[in-house]
């Protein structure tokens, strides 16, 4: 029997994937399955963008790319980051991974060690605590309220402080939650970091899917406010641009930093993409107007999905305030049982979700929130409509 090291046994399997893979198996059954578990928009990647792509194969660019991203692309970030979030950073400041997912990784495989711990919030995306514990250190959880927009309490953070601390992920717009916290929670959060030497990682691939008021970068308010923190941005093409498939990510933070990441990634997969990138520079350059559509199309699916979510008797849903994601309470029917058998958990409730209406969500146990269940609505109208109807019928059947 194959032994496998130890990290293999301690990282836990993405389950948001293997929703997604679920939902894909019992469409190729030809079986009628409603999907509200994939986080990525259901539009096309903008044509302009899609036809960079094809001109940079037929110009040539396929080959190798410099490890940190092509000096275009890195131009192209700067650029963004300028008009977008007014922060002026430099090309050298900035690496271009296989997703943002990849940069999250690679920070935590450059800072991070055995004996370290690093601060997350409670929901969580799920990744977070398996990128902490593959570099070796460990996840210490803090939780938030919801009904306080998901935002921790400044006291819970002092009570995890010590000198084993030497990062903390803030994740604003959220997932799965959807929250975007307030300028003064990410303030304090700041404030903290300065003052114990912490490094904050800042995943802010949602930072154009803010449906209410203006977005305002980490670093922004770092810088506003004369915090002096570290502050390690990522942003992505994935969401804004409905490109999750093309698998381009890019960080942006203290130049040392940066190199320590790059240098990793540089042994592990050389570069990102070289075809992807050559599109990304059009995606953060050329015509913005099919961000801005999918922007007001993602906020009328919210209203109408939370709209929907809270007519359930029992089940409640916060208004989120950004990325694409409800975070609805199903507590009150935890504990009950279908045809015989209980539902302990949430988990157990999303399973009688997929076998009996054929509608796929995420269970909010996975991102460390029992009772809750993640619905994505990047999907048409009808079909919000439909899945609901699915879910509410199936819950009147408990008992």
């Keep these: 029997m194959t032994s496998f090291a130890d990290r293999v046994h301690r990282v836990k399997p993405s389950f948001t994937l293997e929703m997604t893979s679920r939902a894909a198996e019992l469409r190729a059954q030809g079986v ?5 578990s994939a986080g990525q928009p259901d539009f096309n990647t903008p044509e302009n963008i899609r036809n960079a792509a094809k001109a940079a194969m037929d110009n040539g660019q396929t080959k190798y790319t410099a490890g940190a991203g092509t000096i275009e692309l890195r ?10 979030n007014d922060l002026v950073i430099a090309p050298d400041q900035v690496l271009i991974s296989n997703g943002e997912k990849q940069s999250l990784y690679l920070i935590c495989q450059a800072l991070f060690q055995s004996g370290d711990e690093v601060l997350i919030f409670n929901p969580y995306w799920v990744s977070f605590p398996e990128f902490v514990t593959l570099s070796d250190a460990t ?7 919801a009904k306080q927009n998901f935002e921790p309490a400044i006291q819970d953070i002092q009570s995890k402080i010590s000198d084993r601390v030497k990062g903390i992920i803030i994740n604003s ?7 975007v916290w307030s300028d003064e929670t990410i303030i304090n959060i700041l404030g903290l970091a300065k ?4 490094v904050v990682i800042a995943d802010e691939c949602y930072e ?6 203006e977005f305002t970068s ?7 406010h004369h915090i002096g923190a570290n502050v390690i941005t990522c942003m992505s093409m994935s969401k804004t641009y409905s490109m999750t498939g093309w698998r381009i990510g890019y960080a942006f933070g203290e130049k040392a930093i940066i190199q320590a990441m790059s240098k990793i990634q540089g042994q592990a997969t050389s570069c990102a993409n070289s075809i992807s990138q050559a599109a990304s520079v059009e995606a953060l350059t050329g015509d913005q107007s099919a961000v801005e559509m999918m922007r007001d199309k993602f906020k009328e699916r919210r209203n109408l999905m939370v709209e929907l979510l809270n007519d359930i008797p029992g089940v409640s849903c916060d208004m989120p305030g950004g990325a694409f994601y409800a975070f609805p309470d199903f507590s009150p029917y935890i504990g009950k049982s279908f045809r015989g058998e209980e539902i302990k958990d949430s ?7 997929l076998n009996e209406a054929k509608v796929v969500t995420v269970p909010g146990d996975g991102f460390g929130a029992p009772g809750h269940i993640r619905f994505s609505y990047p999907v048409g109208s009808e079909i919000i409509r439909e899945g609901i109807n699915r879910v509410k019928k199936v819950l009147e059947q408990l008992n």
């Excluded at 154009?208 to 008021?213: A, H, S």
């Excluded at 988990?347 to 979700?353: G, I, M, P, S």
């Design 32 to 36: 009628d399955v409603i999907n509200f």
């Design 75 to 84: 131009v192209a970030v700067c650029e963004k980051v300028k008009r977008e």
């Design 139 to 145: 996840p210490v959880l803090i939780d938030t309220d």
């Design 173 to 179: 717009p959220s997932n799965p939650t959807g929250s």
């Design 195 to 198: 003052e114990n030497g912490w």
């Design 208 to 213: 154009r899917l803010v449906f209410d008021g």
């Design 218 to 224: 980490a670093e922004k308010l770092n810088q506003d």
């Design 347 to 353: 988990f157990d409730l999303a399973d009688v979700f």
